[in-house]
């Protein structure tokens, strides 16, 4: 599985906290090409036959005539008010101006002989070297003809073009991102998905887009909707630009209420800049530069009234960092994403609320057979969310109101430990007594059995979890104490805790074990289990059973990232399938699932509470 959003060495780096920030994506060396140097010496390779049919089709005359697709942003309302022109000539207005390298224009027709349209796109730095953004609306049919041409000039044929032309091979959307009927584009939660990724083939000189424009931006996921300077670059409808120059404006964001979605106020993006790119550190034809989010969204971009000089644009997240990889990777994303629910993600309330989630168990616990989340807050009370096998959850079941006794609870961890289906509940209390509740549910805790007694030896258990962990594949409880030992206890079930087995003597590196969840990420039934270190380190141990941890595969080195992880559990939360979906609480309260995680590589990332919320 491939997801951006997060890799080895950078994703959430500590400086900026546990959010955004840069996400760098596998980079190769680049290489500044100039145009006259692409041009002269040996014939043109067989890399660049495809544009060169594509010139034939694409003439100077086409590319010229060719209609903004968001063509309602074209014809600003009249003033409503005395007020309204001193307002209007207070307003920031974009520039017009040769263009740069790394922005371009994405054409799109229904075939050789189809209405031919435009919007905006840009080149993104990755090691595929041929990947170009843009907004989601702007590939409304899927079997159209599509060109991207960076630093278009208007009249121009596609030889005279700067760096040439790049006909499109393949479009990536999100499946979730489908317009209104009717409309190329939505006002609904899936607005916040109106991303695009294309593959181009090369120039008609034989260079990849990368060679040809000397670099490209950086896809990265912002800390937030406020900042100070983002510049917008984009290619405005010709009616109000009969040169066809590109504009540019910089300006400070905020969010769109309610949206995963940044705004901001500045005149002149009339209808053709769907798509363009919000670049935090913009510089003049630069070959590089950080790009968060590009033009689209609610209403494709722009408010109800298409006042010119309000636009929006997707802020980049989880869901475009993982569309991004399955573009580098040329494969289709799947079919069976989680259900998009937008800034309320799979799980209700905000950050905010999330921040306080101070316990998290995984198991069935609704007999539908999906694997369910079971949350103990903050401030005692308790809360289901059951699954609905799809990465999803249904409305939370309230077992507890806030109350005192909730609040000591100190670890726990769900597993099959009155046998049959359902899963049980195992917690240690502040005062060493431990209690097993063996079958949870909807409508309650149910009842409670003594494992342990009040101050017992079990007040120094730091961390508890479950898994496959007996001989016959059953589930067993392990305890990581505060001396950095472990012990199995194989028998536990209903009639007690049983005798234990130890794994580990105190001391050593497991005093540094801040985290434990117990899963399947081997595929193999056997218990696993996964430990985020204090230093941010990940590790899985694949077979871990009566006779030790098992073998240590590492997802992560040290990091600041991961130090931020303040929960953690896996469960079966997609396709009913094994328990290797994680659920990580980070310490601002954003929630993330990482499905499908597997020995050698975190799962593919899906937000569940947004961060800022």
Sequence with gaps: MFSYGRPVAHGRPAARGRRGAVVALLCAAL????????????????????????????T????????????LRHTPPAPTAPSAPAAAAARPKGTLFKGTRLVGTFFGADGPRGTAWHCTGSVIDTRARNIVLTAAHCARSMKGDYLFVPKFVKGAAPD?????????????????????????TTKKAASDLDTAFARVSANQWGRSLQDAVGGGLTFTRPSGYTHRGVTVVGYPSHRHNSAGRAVRCTVPTKQLRGYRQLSMT??????????????????????????????????????????????????????AANLLGYAVADQAPPADLPPYRGLKGGLPGGAGRWRKAALMASGEYTGDRHGDLLVVWSDGAVTLHPGDGRGGFAAEKRLRQANSTWTHARTLTGGTFAGGGRAGLLVRWSDGEVTLYPQPGPAGLGREIRMAAPGSA????????????RADGGTA????????GLTLYPGAGTGGLGASTRLLPAGGTWTRAALLTGGDFGGTAAGDLLVR?????????????????GARSRLRGPNGLWQQARVLTAGAFRHDGPADDLVVRWSDGETTLYADTRAKALGTEYTLVHPGT
Excluded at 266 to 281: A, L, R
Excluded at 458 to 469: I, P, R, S
Excluded at 477 to 484: E, H, N, S, T, Y
Aim: hydrophobic content about 40%; charged content about 15%; glycine content about 14%.
């Design 160 to 184: 005279r073009q700067p760096y040439g032309i790049f006909p499109v091979k393949r479009i990536f959307t999100d499946p979730r991102y489908v317009p209104d009927p009717g409309s190329t």
């Design 458 to 469: 079990w007040k120094n258990a730091v961390q508890l979890t479950a898994g496959a962990f």
């Design 60 to 71: 100077a005359e086409r590319m010229a005539g060719a209609r903004p697709l968001d063509a």
């Design 477 to 484: 409880p392990l305890v990581r104490w505060a001396d950095g």
């Design 533 to 549: 270190w204090s230093d941010g380190a990940l590790d899985i141990y694949t077979g871990t059973s009566a006779a030790g941890p």
């Design 266 to 319: 500045c005149g002149g993006y009339y209808g053709g800049v769907s798509g363009s790119p919000w670049i935090t550190d913009y510089k003049e034809d630069a070959r590089t530069g950080h790009v968060i989010g590009n033009l689209g969204g609610y209403n494709g971009g722009g408010n109800d009234a298409n006042v010119d000089y309000i636009s929006y644009a997707t802020a980049f997240g989880a869901d």
């Design 31 to 58: 290489t500044a090409v100039a145009v006259p140097a692409a041009r002269a010496g040996a014939p043109a390779p067989a890399a660049g036959q495809e544009a060169r049919q594509a010139a034939r089709l694409w």
